[in-house]
C-alpha cells in the first residue's frame, strides 16, 4: 500500500509539467467531477494509481460526484438511519449508505433507500 500523505513540503508543491510522466487523462482514464486544475502532487500521484489498479480490471473512469438521486435518499434517512434495514458494506458494522448501524433493526424494518440504490 503506498502513503499518499503529504510531507509539509509537498503540500505546496506543483505538479510536474515537464510531461515526463503521463497523467491518468493522458492514459485515457477519466475523473468525472473532479477539477484537474487545482491538482497537486499529490492529487496526481493518488489518481495515477487509481487508474493503473483499475485499469488492470478494464474500468476506465471513475465518478466522484453523487447522483442527485443518492442524495435524496440520504437526506430522506438522515436522523432515522437505525430505523432501516441497511446493506452491509463487507465490514462488521458498515454498510453501503455510510452510517455504522448500533444494533439490527426493528423486525419489518423498511429498506434503506439509500443503500438499495448503491447496491449494485
Known amino acids: ?19 515526463s510522466q503521463l497523467g491518468p487523462a493522458d492514459r485515457g482514464f477519466r475523473f468525472n ?32 460526484a453523487e447522483p442527485q ?3 435524496d435518499a440520504r437526506a430522506r434517512i438522515q436522523g432515522r438511519e437505525s430505523t432501516f434495514r441497511h446493506v452491509t458494506d463487507g465490514t462488521p458494522t458498515g454498510c453501503l449508505c455510510g452510517y455504522t448501524p448500533q444494533k439490527p ?16
Open 105 to 120: 433493526p426493528a423486525r419489518g424494518a423498511p429498506d434503506c433507500p439509500a443503500c438499495e440504490l448503491l447496491d449494485c
Open 33 to 64: 467531477g473532479l477539477s484537474t486544475d487545482d491538482d497537486t502532487a499529490m492529487t496526481v500521484a493518488l489518481k495515477n494509481s487509481i487508474a493503473g489498479t483499475l485499469a488492470l480490471s478494464g474500468i476506465s473512469g471513475i465518478s466522484f
Open 69 to 71: 438521486e443518492i442524495t
Open 1 to 19: 500500500m503506498r502513503d499518499f500523505t503529504a510531507s509539509k513540503a509537498e503540500e505546496n508543491s506543483e505538479p510536474d509539467q515537464s510531461g
